[in-house]
């Protein structure tokens, strides 16, 4: 891993640094494991926003590319798949170890997922907010079809409408603090009622320096590109969003595209 984060430009290391020290120090939060209401539903969570059934899943094998803290690996495994937890840092790797005792765990950068693995395809390809955190979401988008076979399925969500410009700005302001500085201004900045929501949460979208923001039409050119049929649906639990959750399919030769 470190020869690999060498290759990395100070933006990208900043946006990695970031996600360890979120998953490492600000893991108790909403919509996380540590969470009894999420735990316990999250396998549900996943049957919506992939459309499918229990009897459909079960014993698929999944790839959650950006694992984070486990919180998909687990409902997948919960659903009965077989699962694989990636991600580029130790500190979220760690946490979904101990999180996820059931599924292979391995640090390994997106771009390089197809010789980390040797090749091996999966049945699911999931990756829940990455790929507008990496420095060429398209080149990130065919580095994951690379995991698929003739039958797999791939899920994205992606940031997608226009962030506010007080976000923009906060994002430049953090930049130029510690990562332990820049949780301290947003739980300042919570407590004093300039925002709302959890320092987990907004940690997230505020502390990342790289943050894309992908239209539909232009995810609809990739899924084109490489010949999988497009699908959105927002789930339920998250139905208030107004950013994109996608399902693709390889489509069959001859077949009409949609």
């Not at 937890?85 to 170890?97: A, F, H, N, Q, R």
């Not at 009622?193 to 239209?215: A, F, K, M, P």
Request: charged share 25%.
């Amino acid at each position: 891993m470190k020869n690999i984060l060498l290759s990395k430009s100070k933006e990208e290391l900043d946006t990695i640094n970031s996600f360890n020290y979120q998953w490492s120090h600000l893991s108790d939060s909403k919509y996380l494991l540590t969470e009894e209401s999420w735990k316990s539903s999250v396998d549900q969570y996943i049957l919506d926003e992939l459309s499918v059934t229990r009897e459909w899943i079960r014993n698929k094998t999944v790839i959650d590319v950006g694992c984070g803290g486990g919180r998909w690996s687990y409902g997948f495994v919960k659903l009965g798949c077989k699962v694989t937890s990636v991600d580029i840092s130790e500190g979220p790797c760690e946490l979904t170890k101990r999180n996820v005792p059931q599924a292979d765990v391995i640090a390994a950068d997106l771009f390089e997922l197809q010789q980390a693995l040797d090749n091996k395809k999966f049945d699911i390809v999931w990756c829940w907010g990455v790929i507008h955190h990496t420095s060429n979401p398209h080149r990130a988008f065919e580095a994951l079809t690379t995991l698929m076979h003739q039958n797999s399925i791939i899920h994205l969500y992606v940031y997608s409408f226009k962030r506010a410009i007080k976000v923009k700005r906060l994002r430049k302001l953090l930049k130029f603090f510690s990562l332990k500085n820049r949780e301290l201004i947003i739980r300042f900045l919570i407590k004093a009622g300039i925002l709302h929501g959890s320092v987990h949460e907004l940690y997230d979208s505020l502390s990342t320096q790289i943050n894309h923001e992908i239209g539909e039409s232009v995810l609809k050119k990739w899924f084109e590109e490489y010949n999988l049929k497009y699908q959105r649906y927002t789930p339920q639990w998250t139905r208030h969003s107004r950013d994109l959750f996608v399902t693709g399919s390889k489509i069959s030769e001859g077949a009409n595209k949609i």
